[in-house]
């Protein structure tokens, strides 16, 4: 296996993911204002702990059970990429272009680099990955079938000129750049960046800009204290080498964030507004 070790552009891509992507998930503050949990006291207390619980249960998971997690963070980062850069459609064909489009993103910088990714999950998860590669080849044998369904139902899809070219250049990104820059330019220039411009229009019929901006910094500087108070914790009492502790921030405080984000934004924000 390939000795995997960061550069210059691998610690210049974890520096966006962690300054320009992670934020895109500060929104969820306001999102809460637009469902209704912030009414009453009681209910902007029982959506933080909430919130915070559910995060904190996804660590204490992976602690417990590396590879399952990863794996479940895996099968949650497709749908959620796929189906947040997708227009909603209350039909199976959106799940499925869902899957299709995710997946490309995550399977595709993954067997496009599985050397390199091979070692990113060593890390995250330990050394025993048998049972996640299973899952990944599986994973992918189904992203096959889900493109050619798509195909034996492409007139019941409309595919802009535009979405046409953003999966050219996201061909190209998965191709030609190793792992942690590909998923930083489509983490923070792609799905971040339509995440923003998807919400921001309904949120402010609810609220004024100041007050969005301002949740959104809370919300941010609250993440990147977790993640430096994580950082701390692993690299002096766990004795993690720097990448390793890197990495681990990094990646595990993304998916205690992406949980409870996707529940709020897909499983919530999306069915009410329909966008």
Not at 5 to 29: C, K, Q, R, V, Y
Not at 86 to 91: A, G, H, V, Y
Request: charged share 10%; with cysteine; glycine share 6%.
């Amino acid at each position: 296996m390939v000795q995997f070790t960061l550069d210059w552009l691998d610690f210049i891509s974890l520096f966006f993911i962690i300054f320009m992507g992670i934020p895109h998930g500060a929104l969820d503050g306001a999102i809460s204002v637009t469902l209704g949990f912030t009414k009453s006291f009681n209910l902007q207390v029982r959506f933080i702990i909430t919130y915070l619980l559910v995060a904190t249960l996804v660590v204490v998971l992976w602690y417990f059970l590396p590879v399952f997690s990863l794996i479940l963070f895996l099968i949650v980062s497709i749908f959620h990429f796929g189906c947040g850069d997708l227009n909603w459609k209350n039909n199976n064909l959106y799940y499925i272009c869902g899957y299709a489009h995710g997946g490309l993103v995550v399977l595709g910088i993954i067997f496009f680099n599985k050397d390199e990714v091979d070692h990113l999950f060593s890390i995250l998860s330990g050394n025993q990955l048998y049972l996640l590669w299973q899952f990944l080849y599986v994973a992918l044998l189904i992203w096959i079938l889900s493109l050619i369904l798509i195909l034996f139902n492409y007139k019941k899809i409309n595919f802009s000129k535009n979405y046409i070219k953003l999966l050219t250049v996201m061909v190209l990104v998965i191709s030609l750049f190793p792992p942690l820059p590909a998923f930083a330019i489509y983490f923070c220039l792609v799905h971040s960046i339509h995440h923003f411009k998807r919400i921001t229009p309904t949120l402010l019929n609810f609220m004024e800009k100041k007050k969005l901006l301002f949740l959104m910094i809370i919300f941010s500087v609250s993440s990147w204290l977790g993640g430096g108070t994580a950082y701390y914790i692993l690299l002096n009492l766990y004795s993690y080498t720097d990448t390793d502790t890197i990495i681990k921030v990094t990646f595990i405080g993304l998916a205690a964030l992406t949980f409870p984000h996707m529940i709020l934004v897909d499983g919530a924000f999306r069915l009410k507004y329909k966008i």
